[in-house]
């Protein structure tokens, strides 16, 4: 089926507007040439300028798919998205280790829409890093890293030992905007903007993270990986002026 063309799958809601979610992850797959599949988490009522509704699928569903899916084909990454509490991240991460330990796992953290709407809550951070020990990276925004690990930033807590890679992306840097941050085990790598005049997109973070994914599904260090997926974040940031963008290979 594939034709040597890596897999990847994608976890995350279903956007209509295909600006973000998992029509955006796929068409992010197609253009770095892996074969995408896609399980819904949810189904949401959305455009790009707004958010209005947002409906949970079943945890028991969404992991019969998993199951389903990594029984029949070797999935080299995946990408997860806006899920509804720790525990269903726990248990859709689990699943996957359990069948496929050597799948590389990102998960782009959406805790809220742009237009503030809430998917999930961190009531139990112990819980949350034992979950991420088992996730290759992370990819929260300054928002998302402030929640996520309370004092990340003003406390240098990456100082101390972190559970998983992180890629603090820097659209919300205030100090140097559009320089995302790789925080490694033993190193911190700056991935800083090129001249290339950049607009906002919705879903630019679901583009991003997949993007991360298709590149490690393609054997790229994780290091490379970020690196190559600044590249085509800035291609899809640039090439149009509105919230929704083009891909290009």
Same mark, same amino acid.
């Given at each position: ?73 070797? &999935?080299?990454?995946?990408?997860? #998205?806006? =899920? *509804?509490?720790?525990?269903? $991240?726990?248990? +859709?991460?689990? !699943? %996957? ?47 998302? &890293?402030?929640?996520?690990?309370? #004092?990340? =930033? *003003?406390?240098?807590?990456? $100082?101390?030992? +972190?559970?998983? !890679? %992180? ?83």
């Amino acid at each position: 089926m594939s034709e040597n063309r890596p897999f990847a799958l994608t976890i995350a809601g279903l956007d209509p507007s295909g600006g973000a979610g998992i029509l955006a992850d796929v068409k992010t797959f197609e253009q770095h040439k892996i074969v995408g599949f896609a399980i819904a988490t949810a189904n949401t009522i959305q455009t790009e300028h707004k958010f209005y509704e947002i409906e949970w699928m079943d945890l028991s569903f969404v992991l019969r798919s998993i199951e389903t899916l990594f029984q029949s084909y070797k &999935i080299d990454a995946v990408k997860i #998205g806006i =899920v *509804p509490s720790i525990q269903y $991240l726990r248990e +859709i991460v689990s !699943t %996957i280790k359990r069948i496929s330990p050597e799948s590389k796992i990102v998960w782009d953290p959406v805790l809220k829409s742009t237009t503030k709407f809430e998917f999930m809550n961190i009531e139990n951070h112990l819980e949350l890093n034992k979950i991420l020990s088992q996730i290759d990276l992370i990819t929260p925004n300054y928002n998302e &890293i402030e929640i996520l690990f309370p #004092g990340f =930033v *003003p406390k240098k807590l990456w $100082l101390n030992a +972190i559970p998983t !890679t %992180i890629l603090l992306k820097g659209g919300h840097n205030e100090t140097a905007i559009g320089t995302d941050r790789l925080f490694l085990k033993n190193e911190i790598l700056d991935l800083l903007p090129t001249q290339k005049k950049c607009f906002e997109k919705h879903g630019s973070g679901c583009v991003l993270s997949s993007a991360i994914a298709s590149n490690l599904a393609l054997n790229q260090t994780i290091k490379e990986a970020c690196k190559n997926a600044k590249i085509y974040i800035e291609k899809y940031l640039s090439s149009t002026s509105t919230l929704i963008g083009y891909h290009y290979v």
